[in-house]
Structure formats: structure tokens, C-alpha cells
């Protein structure tokens, strides 16, 4: 569930408020949005690579709930969809044709056309991405040279631009495919910027538009997180040292505890 | 969940009978068989006809009487779609191709569909075993936290090559005759011989040996009369025709193992003559139990990659017993069950003991445990039944008359 905006501005406001100490307008508290919610959403690789350390020594624990590697990945859902890539002829590749951007590639599976003559059944193969260099090697080699039930993969870019995109785009090639091929990537989108929309009300206040408005796309377990490090750079902006050493060690003490 | 996923129809049978539950065009039909449905064509007039691994069959509701179906229908994803309409109610049963032609229509469903099926369950593919590999011993908190998918096909198929060369059984054999040439070309997966045998009347075996009696040049040059080898215009030595073969082939080798013969040139001249030595005249040197036997001998020519036969073995019948690597063909690359667990073994140790920084003493553990697990495969599918073993052995006591 994502987090509601509203509230989010809203809390910041009430804290800053209550000792007169500054207003945000909402076209800063939307940059600030912008910028804590891509911080938040950056620290999940490195703190999902350092937690999971505790698997690869079996120290990690199997409650249900407790397992800080699981609540970190289940963080990336909202972030986390499977989307298909359309073969595209001139580039021998694949492409994106959606509209949201790819922050990184997961698993990339392949299914492989069932009505070539004398051919079987339909191959679903999960495709292995590698370096060009790697794919080139692998290639070469009898033994590993990439079939149906082992596809490989490496990213480029296409060689012009295609429609509506205006600069080149992120092309998967992969071997054995043709123009049949279907590809389904488990991708990675980088977050949607959150916005806090208004009309403005007959005294010249700023009043919530929420149809208009686009809350943040993190889980509603990081609202707490979003409104400390939203104080912070708040009151970076309105230089108050106090709210920037309350919000700071408030978010170091919850990384902190985090990864411990 | 259970491992077998036929029902006795479809694995004895080869057969899948379905009902169609209205009339309808575009009526879908599952096959669920371990076999994939291949599907060339339902026109028997069309070439591609011949690549179905199966018959479709009809038959009207309440009437047991089969017809073949060759009218449009499109096979995706073993779905077979039937494009015009079937009535309610119709049988429709999908027969694979079978040795004995199923028992369907005019039972004319001639193949090796179903026979292929059959002990399929004593095997695991590799496919099979990468995928298991990769669930089992690959993750987090694992010996291997990651491995490329391309590395564990690569380990797994050097070691089905390995397991095939000493392991596994050798289930390769060809029936051929031996053609007035005396020559007959390496089988296409060849990697070694078993064994050889020609096969008389009765069917029963003589093992054919190797000679060293001669052999096979690799090159035969030919030279000029100072003995320098000759060169074509393209500058590479100009070959000719093996005397030593021809040679060979001329040669009656009752002179070389037939005792009744001892007075020809070659017993005079080495005494006792090549064979079992029996009644010689002036045998100097006696027996050579290498040479004494009168199966005939063959010799592998490196040169055109064949086998060549002894003259006495023209026309015979032969079995030969060969090993290939196991990858040759798609439905070769499979283990039997008896040594998956060896196959495990060997993959771990092979990526672990590739890897830089590893401690020594895991690669050491998984050496041991590798061959262990090499040796109770190997023990395995030696199969050695103690009833068999304890029947051979009753002999022992025979006595050996001298």
C-alpha cells in the first residue's frame, strides 16, 4: 500500500509548525518528496546486499516476520512488475515499448514459438544475461552454445531511436529468438514522482486536490522514514540545525537498527 | 506430488481418448503424454505428414468403429485445436506412433513413439538435473551462493561425456553386414568400440579382435624413383592406393589360422603359422593366444575413418557395440537414476574446485564424496544380481581337463 501524500505533508507541516519554526510551500515539499522517496528507494540495493550477507553465513532468522533480507526485497514490490519486450526486427532485439522507466532487468524468460514443423512443444526458458563478452565466449563454445531450453542474453542500445522514444533505448539480444520469440522481463521501474496537488481557496490557501495528486509509490512501512528525512532536508531549508540533528539521528538510529 | 504423471493408457498404450462435449468448431484437446506431441501436417498427402509422432482418431458417439481424422487441425503446446465442427459426444483418441501400429482405425500408426516412452521412468534428462542442481545446491547459505546457468550446463554435459566413457551403460549397438569392400563407416556419434562380434545362424555372437597383424596407413605418398613423395600442383604429396591394405584383403587368411594349412609359406616361415599351433610342423615359437582364434580380425582405419574387416568376415553379419558421449542427440542426453545422485557430486566438485579461494578442504570433501558416489553408480549399473552371480559361480568346481 502506498503512502498517502496528504499525510505525509501534512505531519512534516504539523512538526515544523509547532515551534513557529518555518512553512514548506508545496512546490518545495514536492522536490523534497522527489528526492527522499528515489534516496529511499536507492538504499534498498546496498542495504538488501549487506543484510543478505547474514543468509550466505546461515545467520539469517526464519521468523515470519523478522527477516530483515525478506522485508527488504518485499519493499520492492510496488517498484516490481513483469513485463513483455517486443521483438524488434531492424535491431534483432527486444524493446520496451511502455512508458515507465527501467531501473534494472530481473529474470527474463523466453518462450520459444510451438508451430515450427516436426518441432515439439512450446520451450519456456528461463534466459541467462550476460556481458557481451561472456555471450560471445559462451557462444562459441559446443557445449554451452545457448538453445532453446538455454537462451542467453546481453544488453545495447538500438541503433537509432525508435518512435516515441526519442533517444536510442535498452535492447535485450538474445540467442537462439526470432521475431516469434516472446520475451517476459521481470523488471524494475524507477519510482514515479510523488506530487501534493491544490486549488487554491477563496483566502489564497492552498487547499488538497487528491484526484490530482500522485502519493508516494513506497510501501506504507517507510512512511515514517519519508517524513523524517523530508524534515531533514526541511530543515536544511530553513535553517534550523535543530531539526536537521533531530531528523539525522532519528534516521541513523532506524538504519542502525535495521542492519544490526 | 508423484513422479509418474501417465495413466497405464497413455504409457502402454500410447493412446489418449477424449469426449467431445458439444458441437462445436475450434474444440481443443490436451495430450498430457511424457511425450511432446511433434506435429507436421494432418494431411497424410502432405510430406511434412510423416514428422506426427501420432494418429487422430474419431469415432461417432455410441459407435466403436475408429476412423482416422485427416481433416484441419493445428497442434500448439500439445493442444490439438480441430477446426471444423464435431459433433457432441465424438471420440476423439490420440495415438502415438507405435512398433506394433496401435489399435486405432487400421492400426497403421507405425513408429517408435510409445516404445521410446517405455523405461523412460529409470532416467532423469539432463535438463532434469541441471534444473535440480540449481534448486538444490545453488543460494544463499549454500556451498555455491551463485553459479552462471551456462557453467553448470557446461560441467553437466563433460560429465555425462565422462559418466557415458566408463559409467554408464553402453546401449549403443548397430546390426550391419560387411559389404565386398571389407570397410564400413564409424557411426555418426562414435567415440569407441565395446566390442565387435559376427553373428552365425543361430544368432549367437563371435567376438571379432583387433589385429596387429597389420595395419592401416595413415598416408601413402607416392614416390618418385628416388623414394622423395610427389607433389600435385597445389603443392601437397600425391597419394596412392594402400598395397598393405589390398595386400590384406588379398591375403587367405586360412594361411593364418587354419591349422590343416601348416605347410604354406607363411607356417614355414614363422613356424606354427599365426594360429592355435596344433599339429605344426617345425613350430618355433608355439601358440599366440592373441592370434589364436578364428573369428576374424578387424583394424580401425585412422585414414577414411572406418572399420576394416578380415577377408573371411565378407558378407557376415555383425553386431557392433560401440559408446558415444551421450550428447549426440537430444534423446540421448539423459542419466539413469541409478547414478543422478553421482551426477550432483561430480557438478559440485567440478564448480567448487574451479572457483579461486576456495578452501582445499571443501574441494577435498567433495573429490571423496564425488567418487564415492561415482563408485556406488558404478556398482549399481554393473547390475550384479546375487541370484546371477551365484549361478556362475556354481562352475567353480568344474574340473579343467588338461
Not at chain 1, 217 to 238: M, P, R, V
Not at chain 2, 124 to 141: A, C, K, P, R
Not at chain 2, 367 to 372: D, G, M, N, V
Not at chain 2, 385 to 391: I, P, S
Request: hydrophobic residues 35%; glycine residues 6%; aromatic residues 12%.
Amino acid at each position: 500500500m502506498a503512502v498517502n501524500i496528504n499525510t505525509v505533508y501534512t505531519t512534516v507541516l504539523f512538526i515544523l509548525n509547532k515551534e513557529q519554526r518555518g512553512y514548506i510551500p508545496p512546490a518545495e515539499f514536492n522536490s523534497l518528496a522527489v528526492q527522499v522517496q528515489n534516496d529511499i528507494f536507492e538504499s534498498y540495493f546496498p542495504d538488501g546486499n549487506q543484510v543478505n550477507r547474514l543468509n550466505q553465513s546461515n545467520r539469517q532468522n526464519d521468523t515470519e516476520f523478522f527477516d530483515m533480507f525478506k522485508n527488504i526485497s518485499y519493499k520492492l514490490f510496488p517498484f516490481e512488475k513483469e513485463t513483455n519486450f517486443t521483438y524488434n526486427a531492424a535491431n534483432t532485439g527486444f524493446i520496451y515499448t511502455g512508458t515507465k522507466t527501467i531501473y534494472k532487468l530481473g529474470e527474463i524468460v523466453a518462450k520459444t514459438p510451438t508451430s515450427q514443423t516436426g518441432q515439439p512443444a512450446n520451450i519456456e526458458s528461463v534466459v541467462q544475461l550476460t556481458s557481451k563478452s561472456d555471450y560471445t565466449e559462451i557462444t562459441k563454445s559446443k557445449l554451452t552454445l545457448p538453445t532453446a531450453n538455454y537462451p542467453i542474453c546481453f544488453t545495447t542500445q538500438t541503433a537509432a531511436a525508435i518512435a516515441p522514444a526519442t533517444t536510442p533505448q535498452l535492447l535485450i539480444k538474445v540467442s537462439p529468438a526470432s521475431a516469434t520469440t516472446t520475451l517476459a522481463v521481470n523488471c524494475l521501474f524507477a519510482p514515479t514522482n510523488p506530487s501534493w496537488a491544490f486549488t487554491v481557496g477563496t483566502l489564497g490557501q492552498y487547499i488538497y486536490n487528491s484526484s490530482l495528486s500522485v502519493d508516494f509509490q513506497l510501501d506504507i512501512a517507510e512512511q515514517n522514514t519519508l517524513i523524517i528525512n523530508i524534515l531533514k532536508y526541511a530543515g536544511i531549508i530553513i535553517k534550523d540545525p535543530q531539526i536537521v540533528q533531530a531528523a539525522a539521528q532519528e534516521a541513523q538510529s532506524e538504519e542502525t537498527n535495521l542492519k544490526s | 506430488m508423484a513422479l509418474l504423471t501417465e495413466n497405464n493408457r497413455q504409457y502402454y498404450a500410447g493412446a489418449q481418448g477424449f469426449l467431445a462435449k458439444s458441437t462445436l468448431a475450434n474444440q481443443e484437446f490436451t495430450a498430457t503424454f511424457d511425450t511432446d506431441l511433434v506435429f507436421g501436417s494432418f494431411n497424410p498427402l502432405e510430406t511434412n505428414y510423416a514428422l506426427n509422432n501420432f494418429k487422430l482418431y474419431t469415432a461417432a458417439a455410441g459407435v466403436n468403429q475408429y476412423t482416422e481424422y485427416t481433416l484441419a487441425y493445428t497442434v500448439i503446446n500439445n493442444v490439438i485445436k480441430i477446426t471444423n465442427t464435431i459433433a457432441a459426444n465424438t471420440s476423439v483418441v490420440i495415438q502415438l506412433k507405435s512398433e506394433n501400429g496401435g489399435q486405432y482405425g487400421n492400426k497403421d500408426a507405425y513408429g517408435s513413439a510409445v516404445e521410446e516412452n517405455w523405461g523412460s521412468y529409470s532416467y532423469i534428462t539432463l535438463n532434469d538435473i541441471i534444473d535440480n542442481f540449481m534448486v538444490g545446491y545453488i543460494g544463499d547459505g549454500k556451498l555455491i551462493g551463485t553459479v552462471k546457468k551456462s557453467d553448470v550446463l557446461f560441467f553437466a554435459k563433460r560429465g555425462l561425456q565422462e559418466f557415458s566413457y566408463d559409467t554408464l551403460k553402453s546401449i549403443k549397438s548397430q546390426e550391419l553386414s560387411i559389404p565386398p569392400s571389407l570397410s564400413i563407416p564409424m557411426p555418426q556419434d562414435y567415440v569407441n568400440y565395446v566390442d565387435m562380434s559376427w553373428v552365425d545362424k543361430a544368432g549367437i555372437k563371435h567376438i571379432i579382435y583387433p589385429t596387429t597383424l597389420t595395419s592401416d596407413p595413415y598416408r601413402i605418398p607416392l614416390q618418385d624413383s628416388d623414394g622423395i613423395p610427389t607433389q600435385d600442383n597445389f603443392g601437397s604429396n600425391t597419394q596412392g592406393t594402400s598395397q598393405i591394405e589390398k595386400r590384406w584383403n588379398d591375403n587367405n587368411l586360412s594361411n593364418l589360422n587354419n591349422e590343416l594349412d601348416n605347410n604354406s609359406f607363411w607356417s614355414n616361415i614363422y613356424g606354427g603359422g599365426f594360429g592355435n599351433g596344433f599339429g605344426t610342423n617345425g613350430g618355433q615359437y608355439g601358440l599366440q593366444p592373441e592370434i589364436a582364434q578364428i573369428n576374424g580380425w578387424f583394424t580401425i582405419n585412422e585414414r577414411t575413418n572406418t572399420f576394416s574387416f578380415s577377408s573371411d568376415l565378407s558378407d557376415k553379419l555383425i553386431i557392433l557395440q560401440y559408446i558415444s558421449d551421450g550428447l549426440a542427440a537430444d534423446g540421448d542426453t539423459r542419466v539413469p537414476k541409478m547414478a543422478e545422485e553421482a551426477m550432483y557430486a561430480y557438478l559440485s566438485h567440478a564448480i567448487i574446485s574451479t572457483r579461486a579461494n576456495q578452501p582445499e578442504y571443501v574441494v577435498n570433501r567433495l573429490s571423496r564424496e564425488k567418487t564415492a558416489k561415482l563408485r556406488n553408480a558404478k556398482i549399481r549399473l554393473s547390475n550384479i544380481k546375487l541370484d546371477e552371480f551365484t549361478q556362475i559361480m556354481r562352475g567353480k568346481s568344474k574340473w579343467i581337463k588338461s
